[in-house]
Every structure is written in C-alpha cells, then in structure tokens.
Nanobody
Framework: QVQLVESGGGLVQAGGSLRLSCAAS????????MGWYRQAPGKQRELVAV???????NYADSVKGRFTISRDNAKNTVYLQMNSLKPQDTAVYYC??????????????WGKGTLVTVSS
C-alpha cells in the first residue's frame, strides 16, 4: 500500500503564509504527478496546483502568483507554499499523487486532508 500524509494546515490571518507538506510512503517504485486540491464546505473539490513529474507545473487562476508547488523526489514529498492568503482560500487541502508501485501498477492516491482557515 501507499499512504499520503499531509501536514502544515492551521489558522492564519489574511495576508499571512503557510506551507503544506505531503509525504508519500509505502511500496513505491516511482511517483509521476503530485498535486494539491482543496474543498470548502458546500463546494466541489478543485485543483489548486500540480507538478507533473518532469518539472512542469500548473496552477488554478485564483492562486497564481501567490502559491508555489515544489517537490523533493528523494523524500517523495510535495510542498505547497501559500503566501498572501485570503479568506477565500479557506478549505480542506488534499494531496494527490499518481504512483507506480513496486508491482508496476499505476494508481491514484489521496491524503486525508489538512484544514486551512484564513481569517479576515
């Protein structure tokens, strides 16, 4: 099995910063894309940022210029640096990864989420 564990969420005032981390562990051969999604109460889950494994990144328009996704492949870890946070960023943030496991199966995995609350 593969597990993704997020950390770094919390309460922050508008204009502040947080850094989220997501570490993958288990029977991993390699990881392709890693990304972050978020979901606010009553809203659909949406893509925030993705690193596609070859260095290419993509961001939601709402976070461009404020958030940065990065990756440490040696640690199977992805980060999301969030600056200039707004109340609209309040959500549960989920890590997602496309993993090639040791049996060479490609599977999509999700973390359990970490809550980010931005106060006005």
């Amino acid at each position: 099995q593969v597990q993704l564990v997020e950390s770094g969420g919390g309460l922050v005032q508008a204009g502040g910063s947080l850094r989220l981390s997501c570490a993958a562990s288990g029977n991993i051969f390699s990881i392709n894309a890693m990304g972050w999604y978020r979901q606010a109460p009553g809203k659909q889950r949406e893509l925030v940022a993705v690193n596609r494994g070859g260095g290419a990144t993509n961001y939601a328009d709402s976070v461009k210029g404020r958030f940065t996704i990065s990756r440490d492949n040696a640690k199977n870890t992805v980060y999301l640096q969030m600056n200039s946070l707004k109340p609209q960023d309040t959500a549960v943030y989920y890590c997602n990864a496309g993993v090639l496991d040791i049996t060479l199966r490609v599977m999509d995995y999700w973390g359990k989420g970490t809550l980010v609350t931005v106060s006005s």
